[in-house]
């Protein structure tokens, strides 16, 4: 028989998902009812390790001691009552309030996920604990000045992005047998799944971030063209920025076809896992294509896809998920206008932490 503590918990999930993400509330219920509940939580646990490292507020050695608590209360080592009423306080405005909310009923959230099975619970415990770490270190090392190359936009992208990919595949394989045969070629695949996306939010927040103190992008893509990201300033283009601009968005292109082949691998049979992925790269090749139209942007706003844009997304792409013929000529269609890169697959991560 359900608690009332219980019920209470997993409504208080599904709510406040609408509240923390207006895309991941639409793409989550499309996957299968044993997938969305955990998938679900796994999102908002990822969303509290991400609020912890965004409060300006809190200073790098508080992050540090609550990414740290985080980790310690996701594996049932520290009571998530204690780390509310840590971290709740402290936050500032800088934080959204349904953010605010979240982190002081953290509690709900991890009595659902102490309820997961062995293999969720280590593939979600995995997760924090990696972009955890790996968030904390590059916030240590910010600055307008980028990153120090491409390698090393990789590894940020894999501990924020890559490694979601990677708990995504375990909660898959975990779900299904014939999903859990390709795993030894669904693991690389989703870290660059997770790549192509962060690539893409990086690139449409250029602005954004300088606003914060922070670049994401890599240094040598932009000294190849003559350019110093030091000296980027908005509402000035310099086309030796857009070439470094243009092979960025080939590469992340280069990503969203590796999520595809991924894709393609789930069963067709299993549409509602198929439109979780399909959905999420068909509105990042979309804002790929409008930043590449305006490679001049100085405004996040400037490139954000309209809705009547993610409604076609949606159609189209849910009407074709189980044909994988239609889904790659699809996808060269609507890439067709982007810079072309030479593939590297060599897109994994060279860290030690990822074997962990």
């Not at 609020?51 to 520290?78: N, P, R, W, Y």
Request: glycine letters at 4%; proline letters at 4%.
């Amino acid at each position: 028989m359900t608690s009332l503590s219980s019920t209470h918990d997993e409504q208080y999930q599904d709510n406040i998902l609408q509240g923390v993400s207006r895309t991941f509330a639409l793409t989550i219920p499309q996957l299968p009812e044993a997938l969305r509940r955990v998938i679900g939580n796994a999102y908002l646990l990822c969303r509290i390790t991400d609020t912890i490292e965004d409060d300006s507020a809190l200073t790098l050695e508080q992050t540090k001691e609550l990414t740290h608590m985080f980790s310690d209360v996701v594996c049932g080592k520290t009571p998530a009552e204690a780390f509310a009423q840590k971290l709740y306080p402290l936050l500032s405005n800088h934080t959204i309030p349904a953010e605010h909310d979240l982190i002081k009923n953290t509690p709900s959230v991890i009595r659902i996920t102490h309820s997961f099975n062995p293999i969720q619970r280590s593939a979600l415990e995995r997760c924090v604990r990696i972009m955890g770490q790996g968030m904390y270190h590059y916030q240590e090392t910010e600055s307008l000045s980028g990153l120090k190359d491409l390698s090393e936009m990789d590894q940020y992208c894999y501990y924020v992005a890559g490694v979601v990919g990677e708990m995504l595949t375990e909660l898959f394989c975990d779900y299904s047998e014939q999903i859990h045969q390709h795993k030894d070629v669904l693991m690389p695949l989703s870290v660059s799944f997770g790549q192509g996306l962060q690539m893409t939010n990086i690139l449409k927040d250029i602005w954004d971030d300088r606003q914060r103190g922070a670049c994401w992008l890599p240094q040598d893509i932009f000294l190849k063209h003559g350019f110093d990201l030091a000296q980027l300033q908005p509402g000035l283009p310099d086309e030796r920025f857009q070439e470094g601009l243009a092979e960025l968005l080939g590469i992340a292109r280069n990503h969203l076809h590796n999520a595809l082949v991924y894709t393609c691998l789930i069963p067709p049979q299993e549409k509602g896992i198929r439109r979780f992925c399909l959905w999420a790269i068909g509105m990042a090749v979309l804002t790929l294509n409008k930043i590449n139209h305006h490679r001049d942007f100085s405004q996040s706003k400037q490139v954000k896809i309209s809705r009547s844009s993610v409604k076609a997304t949606v159609i189209v792409t849910s009407a074709l998920a189980s044909q994988d013929w239609a889904l790659k000529l699809l996808f060269r269609l609507t890439a067709s206008n982007l810079p072309r890169i030479e593939p590297n697959n060599d897109f994994l991560p060279k860290n030690q932490i990822r074997n962990e």
